[in-house]
């Protein structure tokens, strides 16, 4: 079977991805590839050094029209998401995975990687509720102050509150770690 959008990833257990199907709710599995990242260091160094060369020449630039500060603070965040949306896509969208039965790894550690999802959710929801408080004061910061330095602090922190909110699935992943752990007590 493929990976369809209605399963959600829960996380590594044993070598294999997990994965819910919030439709059927049935647990899947695939194996995890090691994947190898290339050795970005000096790419990062180098976009420290220009971006930072970058801000100082673009930090000059001033608005000072109410509408135009929002409607450059709009098409930011805006572009941001589409870009966001765009580049974090769902690598496992098509893979093949089987069925997978938890009660066959009960003795296992499946009852504590469920338990350790749990606490990941409840990392993430307070990273998302850290980064919708700053994100919105870093807004109201760019509407007082409009300079780039202060618009790139807001798409900065607003990339954050959007990884961990929209792209971690955090919603599904609440509802489907609950459902795996009333099984848990049923058992």
Not at 3 to 17: L, T
Not at 79 to 101: I, K, M, P, R, T
Not at 161 to 183: D, G, T
Request: with cysteine; hydrophobic share 50%.
């Amino acid at each position: 079977m493929k990976k369809s959008k209605s399963m959600i990833i829960i996380g590594g257990f044993q070598g294999y991805n997990i994965f819910y199907d919030m439709k059927t709710k049935k647990v899947y599995s695939n194996r995890i590839e090691n994947k190898v990242f290339p050795n970005l260091r000096w790419l990062v160094v180098a976009g420290g050094i220009l971006g930072n060369a970058l801000l100082i020449q673009i930090n000059h630039i001033q608005i000072e029209s109410q509408v135009l500060k929002i409607i450059v603070l709009c098409s930011a965040v805006i572009l941001s998401s589409l870009a966001l949306h765009f580049a974090f896509y769902d690598e496992y969208l098509g893979q093949d995975v089987a069925d997978f039965n938890p009660k066959l790894y009960e003795h296992a550690g499946w009852f504590d990687f469920l338990e350790e999802e749990r606490k990941r959710i409840y990392i993430i929801l307070l990273t998302a509720a850290v980064s919708l408080f700053l994100t919105v004061f870093q807004f109201r910061e760019y509407l007082d102050k409009p300079n780039m330095v202060n618009l790139i602090k807001s798409i900065l922190l607003y990339f954050i509150l959007y990884l961990a909110v929209i792209k971690s699935n955090v919603i599904k992943r609440m509802r489907a770690s609950e459902e795996l752990m009333k099984k848990k007590t049923h058992i």
